[in-house]
């Protein structure tokens, strides 16, 4: 006779191997979409963009933040 305590670790088992194998199936049938490559090939352009442009932006509010530094009190 198996505790009941164990009957958690022989489901968990079971179960992990069941969707391992789903999962490997799916994963065989999964298609590469062209569609999806190209959108996040765009999407990463415009964060290249955005990045950029967050870097300029930096770089005049640091020029702003000196200029209030520098008006005496």
């Not at 009941?4 to 590469?32: D, H, M, N, Q």
């Not at 190209?38 to 000196?66: D, F, H, P, W």
């Amino acid at each position: 006779m198996i505790p009941w305590y164990a009957w958690i670790g022989i489901v968990f088992v079971a179960f992990s191997g069941i969707t391992g194998l789903i999962g490997a199936i799916g994963y065989g049938r999964r298609k590469e979409n062209p569609e999806l490559a190209n959108a996040i090939l765009q999407n990463s352009e415009v964060n290249k963009a955005l990045l950029e442009k967050l870097g300029t932006i930096e770089t005049r509010l640091g020029a702003v933040e000196k200029t209030l530094n520098d008006i005496p009190n």
